[in-house]
C-alpha cells in the first residue's frame, strides 16, 4: 500500500444485458433509466446480475436493500446467524417482530417488500472451506461486510481461485473501508494486508462498538462499487482502499499495489488456525482451566475465597458487569502492568464478554505464575444467559 492519489481504474461491464425490461420494470428504474451512463442497456445489465453478499448483518442489511432497489435480479444471502436486539441499532434489514428469526430469511422478506421482481437465494450455512468455491460459482460479484479475519481471508481466497471480483467493506466505530479486489485486474486482499491481526489485537464491533449509521455509508458505497461494476461505468476502488472518518466527516483514498513476492493462492485452507482465532497459549491455558458460569455462581453461593477479575474496557463494564467483580483490562494483564494489583492470596477468575479475551489473559497470568487461576467460559453473556437473566447483554 502506499500514499494519497491513487489511481483510478475503469473496467468494462462485467454482466451482459437482458433481453428485456417488463413495463412494470421500466415504471420501475425510470429515474436509472434517464441517466445517460445507467440507461436501459445498464438497467438490463443489473436485472441480469447475480450478486452473492456474504452476511445479513451490519453492512450486509444496506446493501441487500440497495441492491435490490437498484434492480439486480439475483442475490445471494450467506447468513447462518439469527436476529438479536442489539442488531437492530445497525441492521435495518430487520425490525423488532424478527427477533429470534434467521437473518437470512428476514433479509429475504424485507427485499420481497422493496422489490418482487428479484430472486433471493438463501445459503443459510457458515461459509467454510468445503462450500465456498460452490456457493461462489452461482455469481458474477460477491460482497463482503463480515466482521472477523477468518472469513475475509476465505472469501478473498475463494474469489481468486473463482476468477471472482469481490467488493470488501470494514467498520468499526466511527471508521470505515471500502475496496473493490479482482486478482485478474488488480490486487486482492492479501496485498493490503498479507498477514491477519495477532489474536485480540483488533476487537471485533461486538466489542468495540459501532456507530449504527456507519454502515448505512460504507454499505452504500460496497452498492456503489458493485453498480459501477456490473454496468462498466465510472472509475471503481479496484487498486485503490477508500477510508472514511465519520467524525471528521472526510474521505481519503490510498493506492493499493500487488505484491510481487506474494504467494500464489493455490487451495482453501483452515482460517481459523491461519488468523489464530484464539492463540494456542490461550487454548492450552484454558484447557482444565475453564468454568462454567454456573459453577462461578456455586463458588460465590458456597463463599469460596477468590478474586473475579472482568478484563473488558472500562465503556463495556458501565453497560453491564457481575457483582462482586473488579475491572483489570486485557491489556494491563498482557503488559504485565497489571500484575501487582493481584491478590497472592486467593484464586484469580477471569471473565470477559464470551471468554475469548479472558483465554488471552489467563495464559498471561500462568506464565506469571498463578497457576491456578481460572476464566469463565462463556463470560458475562453466558452469566446472562445461565444465572442472571435480568442482565441487559450488548
Given at each position: 500500500m502506499?500514499?494519497?492519489?491513487?489511481?483510478?481504474?475503469?473496467?468494462?461491464?462485467?454482466?451482459?444485458?437482458?433481453?428485456?425490461?417488463?413495463?412494470?420494470?421500466?415504471?420501475?428504474y425510470?429515474?436509472?433509466?434517464?441517466?445517460?451512463?445507467?440507461?436501459?442497456?445498464?438497467?438490463?445489465?443489473?436485472?441480469?446480475?447475480?450478486?452473492?453478499?456474504?452476511?445479513?448483518?451490519?453492512?450486509?442489511?444496506p446493501?441487500?436493500l440497495?441492491?435490490?432497489?437498484?434492480?439486480?435480479g439475483?442475490?445471494?444471502?450467506?447468513?447462518?446467524?439469527?436476529?438479536?436486539?442489539?442488531?437492530?441499532?445497525?441492521?435495518?434489514?430487520?425490525?423488532?417482530?424478527?427477533?429470534?428469526?434467521?437473518?437470512?430469511?428476514?433479509a429475504?422478506?424485507?427485499?420481497?417488500?422493496?422489490n418482487?421482481?428479484?430472486?433471493?437465494?438463501?445459503?443459510q450455512?457458515?461459509?467454510?472451506?468445503?462450500?465456498?468455491?460452490?456457493?461462489?460459482?452461482?455469481?458474477?460479484?460477491?460482497?463482503?461486510?463480515?466482521d472477523?479475519?477468518a472469513?475475509?481471508y476465505?472469501?478473498?481466497?475463494?474469489?481468486?481461485?473463482?476468477?471472482?471480483?469481490?467488493?470488501?467493506?470494514?467498520?468499526?466505530?466511527?471508521?470505515?473501508?471500502?475496496?473493490?479486489?479482482?486478482?485478474?485486474?488488480?490486487?486482492?486482499?492479501?496485498?493490503?494486508?498479507?498477514?491477519p491481526?495477532?489474536?485480540?489485537?483488533?476487537?471485533?464491533?461486538a466489542?468495540?462498538?459501532?456507530?449504527?449509521?456507519?454502515?448505512?455509508?460504507?454499505?452504500?458505497?460496497?452498492?456503489?462499487?458493485?453498480?459501477?461494476?456490473?454496468?462498466?461505468?465510472?472509475?471503481?476502488?479496484?487498486?485503490r482502499?477508500?477510508?472514511?472518518?465519520?467524525?471528521e466527516?472526510?474521505?481519503?483514498?490510498?493506492?493499493?499495489?500487488?505484491?510481487?513476492?506474494?504467494?500464489?493462492?493455490?487451495?482453501?485452507?483452515?482460517?481459523?488456525?491461519?488468523?489464530?482465532?484464539v492463540?494456542?497459549?490461550?487454548?492450552?491455558?484454558?484447557?482444565?482451566?475453564?468454568?462454567?458460569?454456573?459453577?462461578?455462581?456455586?463458588?460465590?453461593?458456597?463463599?469460596?475465597?477468590?478474586?473475579?477479575?472482568?478484563?473488558?474496557?472500562?465503556?463495556?463494564?458501565?453497560?453491564?458487569?457481575?457483582?462482586?467483580?473488579?475491572?483489570?483490562?486485557?491489556?494491563?494483564?498482557?503488559?504485565?502492568?497489571?500484575?501487582?494489583?493481584?491478590?497472592?492470596?486467593?484464586?484469580i477468575?477471569?471473565?470477559?464478554?464470551?471468554?475469548?479475551?479472558?483465554?488471552?489473559?489467563?495464559a498471561?497470568?500462568?506464565?506469571?505464575?498463578f497457576?491456578?487461576?481460572?476464566?469463565?467460559?462463556?463470560?458475562?453473556?453466558?452469566?446472562?444467559?445461565?444465572?442472571?437473566?435480568?442482565?441487559?447483554?450488548?
Amino acid at each position: 500500500m502506499s500514499g494519497d492519489s491513487a489511481q483510478a481504474t475503469t473496467l468494462p461491464p462485467l454482466v451482459e444485458p437482458a433481453a428485456e425490461l417488463t413495463k412494470e420494470e421500466v415504471a420501475r428504474y425510470s429515474r436509472h433509466l434517464i441517466i445517460p451512463d445507467v440507461g436501459m442497456d445498464g438497467q438490463k445489465r443489473l436485472k441480469n446480475a447475480k450478486v452473492l453478499v456474504i452476511g445479513a448483518g451490519g453492512l450486509g442489511s444496506p446493501a441487500l436493500l440497495y441492491l435490490a432497489a437498484a434492480g439486480v435480479g439475483t442475490i445471494g444471502i450467506v447468513e447462518f446467524d439469527a436476529v438479536d436486539e442489539s442488531n437492530l441499532h445497525r441492521q435495518v434489514i430487520h425490525g423488532q417482530s424478527d427477533l429470534g428469526r434467521p437473518k437470512a430469511e428476514s433479509a429475504r422478506d424485507s427485499i420481497a417488500e422493496i422489490n418482487p421482481f428479484v430472486q433471493v437465494n438463501l445459503h443459510q450455512v457458515h461459509l467454510s472451506s468445503d462450500n465456498a468455491l460452490g456457493i461462489f460459482a452461482d455469481y458474477d460479484l460477491i460482497l463482503d461486510g463480515t466482521d472477523n479475519f477468518a472469513t475475509r481471508y476465505l472469501v478473498n481466497d475463494a474469489a481468486v481461485l473463482s476468477g471472482k471480483p469481490y467488493v470488501w467493506g470494514s467498520i468499526f466505530r466511527f471508521e470505515g473501508q471500502v475496496s473493490v479486489f479482482w486478482e485478474e485486474k488488480g490486487p486482492n486482499y492479501r496485498d493490503l494486508y498479507p498477514e491477519p491481526p495477532p489474536p485480540g489485537m483488533v476487537p471485533s464491533c461486538a466489542e468495540g462498538g459501532v456507530l449504527g449509521v456507519l454502515c448505512a455509508s460504507i454499505g452504500s458505497i460496497m452498492v456503489t462499487e458493485a453498480i459501477k461494476l456490473i454496468t462498466g461505468i465510472g472509475e471503481t476502488l479496484l487498486g485503490r482502499l477508500m477510508i472514511y472518518d465519520a467524525l471528521e466527516m472526510s474521505y481519503r483514498t490510498v493506492k493499493i499495489r500487488k505484491d510481487p513476492n506474494a504467494t500464489k493462492i493455490t487451495e482453501l485452507i483452515d482460517y481459523d488456525a491461519f488468523c489464530g482465532v484464539v492463540s494456542d497459549d490461550a487454548q492450552q491455558a484454558a484447557v482444565n482451566s475453564t468454568i462454567t458460569p454456573r459453577e462461578l455462581k456455586e463458588k460465590f453461593d458456597r463463599g469460596d475465597k477468590f478474586e473475579l477479575i472482568d478484563v473488558r474496557e472500562p465503556h463495556e463494564y458501565e453497560i453491564v458487569k457481575i457483582d462482586g467483580s473488579t475491572l483489570i483490562p486485557k491489556d494491563r494483564i498482557l503488559s504485565g502492568s497489571a500484575l501487582a494489583e493481584l491478590p497472592q492470596d486467593r484464586q484469580i477468575v477471569l471473565h470477559c464478554k464470551s471468554g475469548g479475551r479472558s483465554a488471552e489473559a489467563l495464559a498471561a497470568l500462568h506464565k506469571a505464575g498463578f497457576s491456578d487461576a481460572v476464566h469463565v467460559g462463556g463470560g458475562v453473556l453466558g452469566w446472562a444467559n445461565e444465572v442472571d437473566p435480568s442482565l441487559p447483554t450488548y
